[in-house]
């Protein structure tokens, strides 16, 4: 085991003396302040999925990590007032820009953008004396100004949260009336013809084993799969954007889906058949029906979402 | 990406997003996986690392296991993947235009432009010279002719003062026949030539010149003004004679309206140069260089026609010993061929007795049919009475 920390300790030395020297300005930092981070970034994306990985995959590992960035944050760290100017000059128009994209208002922006600074300084002290903010969890894998545009959705997001769990507000409310509205003309009207209430109800219950078979054929598709279906259907992105999130071309991601339809209906005929009694007739009926059924189904909600209204505007085309 | 609106699965998945739309909206969580624990999401550097695409496959797939079930982290994921694609574009367009000339002028002949833009160059290039090459008129066909029926005017006279003293129809046939053998192998060379030059290659003028001049010493034995004119001697003894009694001749290798055109510029180039010569033998005095001959008064309106009386070529090597011999012969110079008189015809000095005539009745259709396509044998047929036989385009007619 020693053996084995020897090198790997060696490899941190030898890195952070080569990342010392890629930096422009190093703020007057060594090795040896460098090390705990670099130990540590290490470990969070290397050693933790892959213990006994080779010194060479290291080593590369921190060479390409950002040493500029990575310095200017662990001099900010250490108290460099020059570093914080600079951060602050460089990185003000990157903090606003993602506080502006991620609140509602430029005043919730603003009061965003500040907020920032504080939750990078820190507003406790650590146990060694100095501030623990944010700058703590900076690795140098990313850009710096990527990691704070992060930083700024986080935080959005925990505003966001806090604000949703005190109140909801009317036009929420008002969304919601609307929706149960237009779901309540789909179930009784439909489109102006008289429903038989027993087929309905069974057309419902098909439906509900139908969305649940579904639902648990989503599960068990891959990670990426699973992020796609996600991101297109759940999270209302364009092709172009979940391929985007997913690192591939939007011919790519569209081609992944065609797969994953093909996929879930293999599962959710098998898992209809095995676990809910259905015949396989009786599927492939449901499946055929469940087009005009689900489609007249979810129109009044298009005139209402503008996400799937975007989504169907992509459909025609 | 379109697609399929009638997929079932398509809208079951739509369907289920939309209770999962309203179930969130309607619980104010925005977590899909039911992990409520903020804690457990990924931090800022996590999810910078994986929107910038740097993070560590085994890394990778890891998040994205947390990102497919955390729509809180899904929504930062996004929205950085988004700002960052603009980075990187915004990145890009300052460094293209902050670019130097000699930058810029890297970035245009760097490998990933030139593969499309040599292709483009090259077809562009064959594209106009094909278009050049075909626009170009056939110039360069009647300037080899040209050349090649000054060279058979200008070499002529030369010949004719190397004339042996024998007469034409009494050479020797050996040396004849090895003449001929020389000839024939020019000749070939020659009609290859004239081949390639007939179907209109530029190059070939100047083939056609080079080897007319080249050729001329050689048949100089064959006692013909021009090494063409021996072509129609190197005929095989099995091929047809022409008939004279039929339509108008075949001619030789020249049958488009260029050829027409191409012999009337010949024949007017050659009474322009009999004309300059007259001119300038007229302005000398008379003192110096002896009596005019050109001074006779002309009866034809284009060509010149002189009279002279000449020894006998045939006779004797030199003038003074034909006239001592007083075998006088007349000859006449018409559209700048020599004409000797034997008889009752005018013969051309070019024609050699065994050779085949082509019978020319002076009125008949066939007559005027040649004359139409030949001016310069009218003028001839004008200016000269009786029986004519004269060699014109390699070929013997007689006029009469």
């Known amino acids: ?317 | 990406m379109k697609q399929t609106k009638n997929n079932p699965v398509d809208l079951l998945l739509r369907s289920l997003a939309k209770g999962w739309h309203k179930s969130s909206w309607q619980n104010g969580s925005v977590c899909g996986g039911g992990k409520g624990n903020f804690s457990e999401h990924l931090d800022a550097d996590e999810l910078n690392s994986y929107a910038e695409g740097v993070a560590p496959a085994a890394a990778r797939v890891r998040y994205t296991e947390h990102l497919a079930d955390c729509a809180a982290c899904r929504g930062i994921i996004v929205s950085l993947t988004q700002a960052t694609g603009t980075a990187v574009r915004d990145e890009v367009s300052d460094l293209k235009s902050g670019l130097g000339f000699f930058q810029k002028l890297a970035a245009l002949f760097s490998p990933a432009v030139l593969r499309f833009a040599v292709p483009v160059l090259v077809l562009t290039a064959v594209i106009g010279i094909s278009l050049v090459a075909l626009r170009q008129p056939r110039r360069p066909e009647l300037i080899a002719r040209n050349q090649r029926a000054d060279s058979s005017t200008y070499v002529a006279p030369a010949k004719q003062t190397e004339l042996p003293s024998a007469p034409t129809n009494q050479a020797a046939p050996a040396t004849q026949k090895g003449s001929n053998l020389a000839a024939t192998t020019n000749a070939s060379k020659e009609i290859d030539s004239l081949k390639n030059d007939k179907t209109g290659a530029g190059g070939g003028a100047g083939v056609v010149a080079t080897k007319s001049a080249a050729s001329a010493p050689v048949a100089k034995d064959a006692d013909q003004p021009g090494t063409v004119a021996g072509l129609s001697e190197l005929r095989p003894s099995y091929a047809p004679e022409p008939k004279a009694a039929a339509a108008p001749p075949p001619r030789p290798y020249l049958s488009d309206a260029g050829s027409i055109a191409l012999e009337k510029e010949q024949s007017a180039k050659r009474e322009e140069q009999e004309r300059q010569r007259d001119d300038i033998a007229r302005s000398q005095p008379s003192a110096e260089h002896g009596p005019n001959r050109s001074a006779v008064p002309r009866t034809g309106g284009l060509a010149m026609q002189r009279t002279e009386v000449l020894t006998a070529r045939r006779a004797g090597p030199s003038t003074s010993d034909k006239k001592n011999k007083g075998t006088e012969v007349e000859s006449r110079s018409v559209s700048g061929r020599r004409f000797i008189r034997e008889g009752n015809a005018w013969v051309d000095t070019a024609y050699e007795s065994p050779r085949a005539t082509v019978k020319v009745v002076r009125g008949s259709e066939q007559f005027r049919a040649l004359v139409a396509d030949e001016p310069g044998l009218g003028a001839i047929a004008q200016q000269l009475d009786g029986v004519i036989i004269v060699i014109w385009k390699n070929r013997a007619y007689r006029i009469q």
């Open chain 1, 1 to 317: 085991m020693k053996q084995h920390i020897e090198p790997i300790e060696n490899v941190f030395t030898e890195g952070a003396n080569r990342l010392l020297a890629r930096a422009d300005d190093y703020y007057s930092l060594t090795g040896e302040t460098l090390i705990p981070r670099i130990r540590a970034t290490v470990d969070k994306y290397v050693l933790r999925d892959d213990p006994q990985a080779p010194t060479q995959v290291v080593r590369d590992f921190i060479d390409k990590l950002q040493a500029d960035d990575l310095c200017l944050i662990v001099a900010c760290e250490h108290g460099n007032q020059t570093a914080w100017g600079e951060l602050v000059e460089r990185f003000s128009p990157t903090v606003r820009s993602a506080a502006r994209a991620a609140s509602s208002s430029e005043e919730a922006a603003e009061d965003l953008a500040q907020s920032i600074w504080a939750e990078l300084h820190g507003l406790r002290v650590r146990e060694d004396g100095k501030p623990a903010g944010k700058l703590a969890y900076y690795s140098g894998r990313g850009s710096l100004a990527g990691w704070l545009r992060a930083v700024v959705a986080q935080l959005a997001v925990d505003q966001h949260r806090k604000q949703l769990r005190l109140v909801q507000t009317e036009e929420d409310a008002d969304f919601d009336r609307i929706i149960q509205s237009g779901q309540e003309e789909t179930i009784w009207s439909g489109h102006g013809e008289v429903v038989n209430p027993e087929q309905e109800i069974s057309k419902k219950l098909a439906g509900a084993e139908m969305e649940k078979a579904l639902a648990s054929s989503i599960q068990q598709l891959s990670a990426e799969d699973r992020l796609l279906v996600k991101l297109y259907y759940f999270d209302g992105l364009r092709l172009r954007e979940a391929g985007a999130v997913l690192g591939v071309h939007e011919a790519t991601a569209s081609r992944r889906l065609t797969r994953v339809h093909a996929e879930l209906r293999q599962q959710v005929e098998r898992i209809l058949v095995e676990e809910e009694g259905w015949t396989k007739p009786e599927t492939e009926h449901a499946f055929s029906e469940i087009g005009l059924h689900l489609e007249g189904d979810i129109e009044p909600l298009l005139r209402t979402e503008s996400i799937l209204m975007k989504k169907e505007n992509e459909i025609a085309g």
